[in-house]
């Protein structure tokens, strides 16, 4: 999951979303050449979790 929307989507019918993968790859993008952090590290990571979990507390679920 790496998107709000996908959260959203799979939120409706989940307990749970896995985005381990997209934080992995916000900090990737944010690293300098020598794989370090950037100050451009933390906000690229707030950003991401702050859109996911809008998404998901925002769909409302539907019971199976």
Known sequence: VKAPEHAAAIARGADG?????ALVDAVRASLDADGKATGATVPAVSALVQGLAGAVRATKRTLA
């Open 17 to 21: 979303v896995v985005v381990g993968s």
